[in-house]
Each structure stands twice: as C-alpha cells, then as structure tokens.
C-alpha cells in the first residue's frame, strides 16, 4: 500500500506500547508517566538514578539557510537516529515540540517526514503532552502577579513604566505585539504600555531547556529581572513571590518526553524554544538524560547553523557542559539552485550551474561549524527531481571545503536510506576527532560577544548599535552579568538581516534594535533587523485548510 502524504504514511505507522520503547532504554514501566497508549514522561527520580553513568556519543543535525525549497533537518535527524539503530548502534534522537503559531501558519508540523517520522505526529503537531500551555500558564501567572503588586500599594516600588515582563501565547498573532493594559477605570489597575510575545520565546521556555532539574529551575525563575525601580534598580521574580507557584506548574513539563520513530525507536521530545528569536534547542535534561541510556543521541538545533547550531555551541553546550562529537549539516539540491537564483517553480529543471552558483552558502556553514572545532559531515536530502549531475556537483563542491557529502534517502527508505551517512557518522564520532570549543570566552564583553558572532559566523563588516543600546549592555556588565552568552534574534533566512539576500552575502553589516537581559536563562538577547518576537500570521495561513474529515481524522495539518 502506498501513502501519498506525511500524515497518511504517520497515521498507519504500526506503533508499540510506549512502554516497551522505554523498556529498549532500561527504563522500568514504574518510571512512565504514560500518556494514552504512545507517549510518556520520564520521571525525575529515574533521571537522577543515571547520574553516575558514563556517556554516550552527541550528534548535532543542523542546515543551510532555510528556502521554500526545503532542507529536511528534523526528517534527517529521525532518519540518522533510525540509521544508527540499524546498523547495529544503540541511539535515541532528542528534538523539540511544536509550537502551535507555525503548525497554523505556514512552516506545518515538526516531526520529520515521509518515512523519518517521530509519532504520533498529530498529537506531537497539537498539544502534545501539554507542556506549551504549562509554560504559558506559569508565564502569565507571573504577569497577572507583577500587575496585582501594583494594584496593591507597590510595595516594591515598581515602576510601572519600566515592567520589561510581557505576556505570551502560543500563537501567531501580530495583533498583540504592543497592547495596552488595565484601561476601564480605577478597578482595573493602572494603565500601562506591553505587548505579547509568541510562548517560544519566553525566558520560561529558555529555562525549563536549560535548567538541569526542579531546584535549578526554581532558581532561575527567580533569577528572572521583571521590572524596575525609579532608581533604576532590579526588581526580581522571587521578590514577585512567584517562583514558587510558577515552579508548581512546571513540575510536570519538566519531565521530558519520550515517543518512537516509525521504525519503533526511541525518540525524546521536550521543549521548543525558535532559533531565530530564542535559543533553538531540545532540553537539557532531555539531551543529557539520552546521553546516559543510548550510545549515540543525534539531537538538532533549530533553523540553519548560522542561528541554532551557533547557539546550541555557545549557549546549550558552555551550560551544560555538553560537547558534540559530530556535526551532520543538511542540505538540498533544490536549496542550492534556489541560493543560485533558480525560482521556485523551476526548481524540477536540471541545472547544475545554478547548484554550484548556490553552494556559498552551504560552504560558509561549514566553515563555522569547522571553526568550534567539529569535525562536518554533509547530508544530501534527496527529492526525486534530483539529478545525479547535480547531486555530484554538490559532493565535489563540499570537498573542496574539506567535507564529504553523503546522499540521503530516508524521507522515501527510511532508515535504508541512511545507512552510508549512519556508518560514516559513528566512525567519526568514535574517532574521537572532535575537540569542541565555544566562539568566545565568558570574560569578551557583551558588545564584543554581539561584533564576534556578526563577523565570525554571518561575515558582516560590523555592528550597528546607537549609544543607548551600549550603555545598557555596560550597565549590565557593572551589574555582574558580563560574562553571559550572546542570544541573537535574527531572521532565519539570511547570514545577513535582509531575509531575502540568499548564498554568501559580504559587504553588509548587524543593526542590533533592542537588547534583552534574560538573567534566570543566563543570556542576553540581541534583537538585530526586523525580527519579531510576536510573529503574525501569513496572507493564507495553513489553518485555513485544517480540519477533521467524516472519520474524525485531522486533515491539513502536515
């Protein structure tokens, strides 16, 4: 029987009980937290049992710059999983859940593809275990709390013109980016300027990804800055009195995710921050608690390695003192002639011209993935429109930077169509070939962290920042918080600000807007160009043609 969609060939995947996936792990049924039949958290005491562990072996899957075309990353990384699996490697994948804005905006669902699925993919693409709506509850509970301080007498002597503490919702919505509260009267509080932003890129979601358990992430909730004082002074979540609660909604979400790949292999899948406005990557506690039950975890970072693989280095790996031993970096051909200028529609055509006038931008990935001092393997996506002349053009080109290119056949063969890039994979990550080290030292300073990641990584010239914007980076660095990594929020689609410069751009230099201090995540957020931290929904958005059918079964979704 054949399936002509990701969602029919998911729908008739022939699952096992949640259970025996665990069990593959050595994880007891009695450390389940079982939801339905196919999905289940693992508890916190069991991850604390692992701790003496040795482990295993970390495969990061990053890509170019995303196109219309598609690269498939998430599908590559449940394809690579399932590859190592089948040659005879103990492996789990670890990605990140789906944000519901996306799912009914334009990108579609999260969960791989063809026959490189994570499922269920429908509850995955929905509300999953719950773990979004628990992290924007807890967000705004903290909102409602900052607002009823100041309702009450103000205590704390917030000043409710500089309450930097906005609220969230998990969707696409450009309508709520800059809101005005408590208007209607005395009863409703006091009027003051806000906005939303989109659930993704919450410092809660930030540090539920990197708080290593309960205790650490209560702290770092209460690290949080909300607000402050007249004098300028800070004004902390734990002085709100929130910590507690919000930490009490969380338990749960705090305990990652376990699920299976169409071909019954583990698959962990917690948390979702975006890579393009936040840090980009699964949990930590899900990440590491791989590391100790499977030999090899092949995890992703979200968008090209310009934005997530540069942020799982200097941001997830200096937290959690995580070091990758491999880099598998996606590409396609119909990527490559769309960077070469080929458009959309004639992307079936072959033209090998226009792959190697594309391949820049896959060349420069390499290069920075090359500069942390990880050894890159290329992964060759393949769609059936692609010629061997073309795919050939891609393997020469990334030789001459020093890389093999392997093609990938999983999207069509599953685990099959990765067995060459799984062998080759484990041999370097065997190796030991890797000697990974951060872009910068915590001592840089906050500006020049910004200037090294806009010259290193996107190649810009430099830094555009007015005066005001470096005062606040130095107040922050007088205040004790110097040494933190740098979070870009840049478009995903561009080394540059411009979404629509493709390949290689130089020449060009990184208007940083706004900067933001996440203290209880550890990072300072950069927001460059045009980005949005509330995106809005596209002319046509994908929710226009979701639905359930006279089965009962979701249509549209993927």
């Known amino acids: 029987m054949s399936f002509n969609s990701d969602i029919e060939i998911a729908r008739a995947a022939n699952k096992k009980p949640i259970a025996e996936i665990g069990a593959a792990l ?3 049924a009695d450390h389940l937290i079982p939801f339905g039949h196919d999905k289940a958290k693992v508890s916190q005491a069991f991850i604390r049992s692992l701790q003496d562990r040795p482990d295993g072996k970390l495969i990061l899957v990053t890509a170019i710059n995303p196109t219309p075309a598609g690269e498939g990353k998430t599908t590559t990384t449940v394809g690579l999983g399932d590859g190592l ?26 969960a791989g593809g063809g026959h490189a699925q994570v499922v269920p993919m429908e509850d995955m693409n929905l509300h999953f275990t719950g773990d979004f709506h628990a992290i924007t509850s807890a967000h705004n509970l903290l909102s409602a709390m900052i607002d009823n301080h100041i309702y009450w007498g103000n205590a704390l002597e917030i000043d409710a013109r500089r309450v930097t503490w906005r609220r969230v919702l998990d969707m696409n919505d450009r309508a709520l980016r800059d809101t005005v509260t408590s208007l209607g009267g005395v009863t409703n509080g006091f009027p003051r300027q806000t906005g939303f932003d989109i659930t993704v890129a919450s410092e809660v979601m930030a540090i539920l990804c990197l708080a290593r358990d309960l205790a650490d992430l209560q702290k770092r909730l209460g690290d949080m800055i909300v607000a402050y004082r007249r004098d300028r002074s800070p004004v902390y979540c734990r002085d709100i009195k929130a910590d507690g609660a919000m930490t009490v909604l969380l338990k749960d979400a705090m305990q990652p995710n376990l699920v299976q790949t169409l071909e019954n292999n583990p698959a962990f899948v917690h948390g979702g921050p975006f890579a393009n406005i936040a840090h980009g990557c699964n949990s930590v506690i899900a990440t590491t608690t791989a590391l100790k039950l499977a030999d090899y975890v092949v995890t992703e970072a979200g968008f090209g390695a310009d934005l997530g693989a540069e942020k799982f280095m200097n941001i997830k790996c200096r937290k959690a003192g995580l070091a990758p031993d491999c880099v598998v970096l996606v590409a396609t051909v119909r990527a490559m002639k769309m960077n070469g200028g080929v458009a959309k529609a004639d992307l ?8 190697v006038d594309g391949c820049p931008n896959l060349g420069r990935h390499i290069g920075n993935l090359k500069s942390f001092g990880v050894p890159v393997v290329v992964a060759i996506n393949h769609f059936v429109t692609d010629t061997d002349a073309e795919v050939q053009a891609v393997k020469d080109y990334a030789e001459t930077q020093g890389a093999e290119a392997i093609l990938c056949k999983h999207w069509a063969k599953g685990s099959e169509g990765t067995e060459a890039l799984a062998t080759r994979v484990a041999q370097i990550a065997d190796a030991g070939q890797a000697q990974f080290a951060p872009l910068y030292g915590d001592d840089l300073s906050l500006f020049d962290k910004i200037e090294t990641i ?13 005066a005001k914007i470096r005062d606040q980076l130095h107040a922050w660095e007088q205040a004790g918080y110097g040494h933190l990594p740098i979070c870009m929020a840049k478009t995903q689609y561009s080394f540059s600000t411009d979404p629509d410069l493709r390949g290689a751009p130089t020449g060009h230099s990184v208007p940083v807007r706004e900067v933001r201090l996440s203290a209880g995540a550890g990072f300072v957020v950069a927001i460059c160009g045009e980005i949005m931290t509330m995106p809005g929904l596209p002319r046509k958005p994908a929710a226009e043609t979701i639905g359930l059918n006279d089965a009962g079964e979701v249509v549209g979704l993927f």
């Open 26 to 28: 050595g994880i007891g």
């Open 85 to 110: 699996n089948r040659i005879g490697k103990k492996a789990a994948i670890c990605i990140r859940e789906a944000s519901l804005g996306p799912n009914f905006g334009m990108k579609g669902g999260a």
């Open 348 to 355: 079936g055509t072959e033209n090998v011209q226009a792959v």
């Open 454 to 466: 806009a010259k290193q990584i996107y190649h810009a010239d430099g830094v555009q920042a007015d």
